[in-house]
């Protein structure tokens, strides 16, 4: 037998990566590939790269440039960048880093196998293209190792929104939806290896639109209805969304669908109608705050989690003040929020930018906000009974940890709690970063 070649892949950015990045590990298996968890020892290194803040490209050829000396030392280590920036740099990525064996887009994935055969025989790689076909069609089937309790499942891709401050339309391409039946026989194989948890990946997943398995076009809430059928998954999730496409089925699903869990991540962006119609966003604040009453009513309890972008071009005190208005409104249990960073290609990049001083102290303003909010929200848990899905042992010896329905990590010190099993559990303390609590039985 010859011995294993030795992959490392090193994952940034989003989900959606860290689901290719297990695909592209798979789609390599076949050729004698194992994962390893150093670059030292590798045979491959794959970068699957994040093009969506600040100087992107910069950092990947910084990272590259870590790799020459283990180039230099083993001239036969393939370098192959992945994702976004591979996306995004193509040819130029080759010429100016020649150490670079395989530029690979985000599309062209199930291309990974003959290319990867391609570098063995000498060769270099650029692969961009945006093929018709499901990238996912050609990659070998999901080997039958069982897995940890939770997994992402990427269910549509790309985005047709075109929000002014993003590269995700460019990069990732318009929307393509998978078939419903490939998606539920994914699921269905995830199950049969252990998966209690799907988080179901797509740009702007509420826009899913795919093929039915009888003809037709089914939608998000469809699709989560019918994954609902499916025994032994007993979690659903899906991320990130637009607000535009929340639809009524939906909102309806988070009441009605008891395995769809009560925690949505709904970015808004800017409270501001003013900067939201220069984002290009086609909601106004009001709106936003409609919407989510209207899920709330659904779903009192639902988790509320957002994004928010401070900063953006021509946003003024006053603008700022309406992000920190909707915040209030909404209470958000969850938030990421960032600087506007000019993306180059996108419409606001070439506008009038915000002082960075001003930007980032109205960044650290809505954090403080956003913080407390979060604070408040896990606090409010104490003494509540929460329904958690352990995933793996806690940080201290004796524990299990795992996630509530609102995503709380939750941990207990009970030896009843075992890795895949969901047990009900009473809060009895907040911490920085989680909950701890007691076991009351299943
Ligand atoms: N600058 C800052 N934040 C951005 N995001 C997307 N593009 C940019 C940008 N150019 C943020 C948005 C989005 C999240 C994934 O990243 O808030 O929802
Ligand atoms: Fe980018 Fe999301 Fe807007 Fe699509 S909806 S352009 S992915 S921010």
């Known amino acids: 037998m010859t011995e294993p070649r030795k992959l490392y892949v090193r ?122 076909e499901d990238k996912f069609d050609h990659l070998p089937q999901r080997p039958k190792a069982t897995r940890g309790p939770t997994a992402f499942l990427t269910v549509q891709e790309g985005c047709d929104k075109f929000c002014a401050f993003c590269v995700v339309p460019y990069t990732r391409g318009a929307e393509v939806s998978r078939p419903a039946a490939r998606v539920l026989s994914e699921a269905r194989d995830l199950v049969a290896r252990g998966v209690r948890e799907v988080t179901l990946l797509g740009q702007n997943v509420n826009a899913y639109h795919g093929e039915g398995p009888e003809g037709g076009e089914w939608s998000l809430a469809r699709l989560v ?34 395995k769809l869990m009560p925690y949505l991540h709904l970015p808004v962006q800017a409270g501001s109608d003013r900067i939201l119609k220069r984002m290009n966003r086609k909601h106004t ?79 650290e303003r809505l954090q403080a906000l956003l913080g407390r909010q979060q604070r408040a929200v896990q606090d409010a848990m104490v003494g509540r009974e929460v329904s958690v899905l352990f995933e793996k042992p806690g940080r201290f010896p004796g524990q299990m940890a795992g996630k509530s329905e609102y995503l709380h990590a939750v941990h207990v010190e009970d030896p009843r709690a075992e890795a895949g099993s969901i047990g009900r559990v009473r809060v009895t303390e907040s911490h920085p970063n989680s909950l701890s609590g007691v076991l009351v039985g299943d």
């Not at 789609?27 to 803040?53: E, F, Q």
């Not at 910069?58 to 992945?82: N, T, W």
């Not at 990130?240 to 988070?254: C, F, G, K, R, V």
Request: hydrophobic residues 40%; charged residues 30%.
């Open 11 to 132: 994952t940034y950015g989003c989900q959606m990566n860290v689901y290719d990045s297990e695909r592209m590990a798979e789609a390599l298996a076949p050729a004698g590939y194992v994962a390893t968890d150093s670059p030292d020892d590798a045979d491959m290194i794959l970068l699957n790269t994040c093009h969506i803040r600040e100087k992107a490209a910069e950092k990947v050829y910084s990272e590259l440039g870590r790799f020459k000396p283990l180039k230099a030392a083993r001239p036969d280590l393939k370098i192959g960048v992945a994702g976004c920036v591979a996306q995004a740099e193509g040819e130029e990525m080759m010429r100016r880093q020649p150490m670079v064996d395989l530029v690979i887009g985000p599309q062209s994935y199930h291309r990974l196998p003959a290319l990867e055969a391609k570098l063995r025989e000498g060769g270099r790689a650029v692969e961009t293209e945006f093929p018709a």
């Open 225 to 258: 209805r019918a994954l609902a059928e499916v025994e032994g998954l007993e979690r659903i999730r899906y991320t990130t969304s637009h607000p535009n496409d929340m639809d009524d089925d939906l909102i309806a699903a988070h009441g009605d669908c008891a």
């Open 285 to 363: 604040a009001e709106s936003y705050i409609r919407l989510i009453e209207r899920i709330r009513a659904a779903r009192p309890d639902i988790l509320i989690s957002g994004d928010f972008i401070v900063g953006f071009p021509e946003e003024t005190e006053e603008d700022f003040r309406a992000t920190l208005d909707l915040v209030e409104a909404v209470n958000y249990g969850y938030a990421f929020s960032f600087k506007y960073s000019p993306r180059p290609g996108t419409p606001a990049a070439e506008r009038a930018q915000v002082d960075p001083a001003e930007a980032q102290d109205r960044l």
